[in-house]
């Protein structure tokens, strides 16, 4: 019955390598995000999926792409690993209802990528 | 643009005694704010949010926060402190100007709970 979940939750892997992290929700919300928490734990937004398509779309090294199947999925592919994508990286979902910004974000476990 | 800054890193405080974790905001819209709460090496739960109804909004394990127009504040209490308090919360401003649901996260801070 988990609302989002992410897999896997840990990731070990060398630079250069490609790698691939899966975000799915059973919440039926139709947007979802991609965020980065870094060492400090500062969060900040990467990506923005509503019902398939790219809403939001910060300044993030195009080695990063998001892939949205359906709206119940957002995978993050991230190519070429560099020491500096090492974070926590978390999947969001909400629901659009009026105006997006008063909607609350359910967020994943989170995803722990250590790039060696 | 909108921003919040949260004034403390870190917060110690003993078990049974109140909490107070400080927030400012900044938005040249009438904000949406929120507090969310991350436990060790677990994803990020909202505690309550502020959606211009009630100023004093309450939320969940006991948490409130009161929002001050003319202090641009949204601080963060809860009347006695419990050990399962002890995490990071984060103030956090939706980016209204957009109208993409970004969220903008304070820098956090670190709640202790001493026994």
């Known amino acids: 019955d988990t609302a989002v979940s992410q897999t896997p939750k840990y990731l070990v892997t060398q630079m250069g390598n490609d790698k691939s992290i899966k975000c799915e929700q059973n919440?039926?919300?139709?947007?979802m995000y991609w965020y980065k928490q870094d060492s400090k734990k500062f969060l900040k937004i990467m990506f923005s999926?509503?019902?398939?398509?790219?809403?939001i779309n910060e300044t993030v090294p195009n080695r990063f792409s998001p892939k949205s199947p359906d709206k119940a999925h957002l995978n993050l592919h991230i190519n070429s690993l560099e020491l500096g994508d090492s974070a926590v990286y978390f999947c969001?979902?909400?629901?659009?209802?009026?105006?997006?910004?008063?909607?609350?974000?359910?967020f994943g476990p989170g995803t722990r990528l250590t790039v060696l | 643009a909108q921003s919040v800054t949260q004034l403390d890193s870190h917060v110690s405080v003993s078990e049974g005694t109140p909490v107070l974790l400080r927030c400012n905001y900044s938005?040249?819209?009438?904000?949406?704010l929120f507090w969310y709460v991350q436990h060790p090496n677990k994803g990020l739960q909202l505690l309550l949010k502020?959606?211009?109804?009630?100023?004093l909004v309450k939320g969940i394990n006991g948490f409130e926060a009161e929002f001050k127009k003319s202090e641009t504040s949204f601080h963060l209490t809860k009347p006695s402190a419990h050990m399962s308090d002890a995490a990071e919360y984060f103030c956090?401003?939706?980016?209204?100007?957009?109208?993409?649901?970004?969220?903008?996260f304070g820098q956090g801070t670190t709640l202790q709970v001493k026994p």
């Open positions: 969001a979902s909400s629901q659009e209802e009026g105006v997006r910004s008063y909607n609350e974000q359910f």
């Open positions: 919440l039926g919300h139709d947007t």
């Open positions: 999926y509503n019902n398939k398509e790219l809403i």
């Open positions: 938005s040249s819209y009438s904000p949406s």
């Open positions: 502020y959606t211009s109804a009630a100023t």
């Open positions: 956090v401003v939706s980016d209204r100007a957009s109208n993409t649901g970004k969220l903008i």
